[in-house]
């Protein structure tokens, strides 16, 4: 009987490749393309599911929890100036508080007892909520970003309300705008522990600057200029964005005063404002803090 080998190299050409089959190992089985896979492979799309189902859970227990506050501090402030707190329903007298939120606190915002409309409009609260938390979430998602965020949440829990009630009746109380302002340079401090001591340093000098300037405006303007609401609200408004840097500082006045500008124009074309109107600032201010540190994020 023939023994054959491995065919014998040709001199200028390339050697074949051994194709000979390997032998498996001894008591060895061969394995399935599905059992040889990683369990951990196998495993991941199911926890990925998990994971997006408990945060679906927790956007859904947060704006449950913070809206019906957003919406009473709305409800509460949104009165003229000198005037006490609404308390509940105007249409019937019915209170509205913590004790009995729904259904006057909940998304439909109607009264209970004689179905008025009571408070900002239904589902904005809601949905200018979600979308704070979204950006959060997204600012969260896009990388480190000094800490700022506890700071930034907290402000806009206190803004979003304020936005409403300057929405309504044009004026900023001080019981939204001091809070947020607070809690902002407390937390912006608090991270400046795990950051750059410059992060704090700026930030003071954003806040402070900016508030000085619309402040100024106001004594010198009259109400021609801001008002000392918006001032107030600049506080924080200006913490946040020298916490990110000059340059996005510059970038959310730039975005609130165009965003300005271009409400105001569309309102002259479509006549439903005069020259002499006065347009609520804290709203574009929200919106321009808000662009600015997503952009930069």
């Excluded at 009571?118 to 480190?144: D, N, R, Y």
């Excluded at 979003?160 to 340079?185: C, E, Q, S």
């Excluded at 407390?186 to 000085?212: F, I, K, Q, S, Y």
Aim: charged share 10%; aromatic share 6%; net charge positive.
């Amino acid at each position: 009987m023939a023994l054959t080998g491995p065919p014998a190299a040709v001199p200028g050409r390339e050697n074949p490749p051994d194709r000979s089959p390997v032998p498996p190992p001894p008591g060895g089985t061969t394995e399935s393309a599905d059992q040889a896979w990683p369990p951990g492979r196998r495993e991941r799309p199911v926890a990925l599911v998990q994971a997006v189902a408990r945060a679906r859970l927790a956007t859904v227990f947060a704006i449950l929890t913070v809206s019906p506050l957003m919406r009473m501090a709305a409800l509460r402030y949104s009165v003229p100036s000198g005037l006490p707190s609404r308390t509940g329903c105007d249409a019937c007298g019915a209170l509205v508080g913590l004790t009995r939120p729904w259904p006057a606190l909940g998304p439909a915002a109607r009264c209970g007892r004689c179905r008025a409309r009571v408070g900002p409009l239904p589902w904005t609260v809601e949905i200018a909520g979600l979308a704070g938390l979204a950006a959060v979430l997204l600012l969260a998602l896009a990388g480190p970003s000094g800490g700022a965020l506890p700071a930034l949440a907290w402000w806009l829990g206190w803004t979003i309300p304020a936005v409403f009630v300057d929405l309504a009746v044009h004026r900023l109380p001080d019981r939204l705008t001091l809070p947020a302002a607070a809690g902002t340079w407390l937390l912006l401090g608090v991270a400046t522990l795990d950051a750059e001591p410059g992060h704090w340093l700026r930030a003071a000098v954003g806040g402070a600057g900016l508030a000085l300037v619309f402040a100024s405006s106001t004594l010198l303007l009259g109400h021609r200029g801001f008002g000392l609401g918006d001032a107030k609200l600049a506080l924080s408004v200006g913490a946040l964005l020298g916490w990110y840097g000059w340059p996005v500082l510059l970038l959310g006045l730039l975005v609130a005063f165009g965003l300005s500008a271009l409400v105001s124009m569309g309102l002259l074309v479509a006549r439903r404002a005069r020259w002499s109107s006065h347009l609520p600032f804290g709203p574009f201010l929200l919106l321009g803090t808000m662009g600015a540190i997503l952009l930069a994020g």
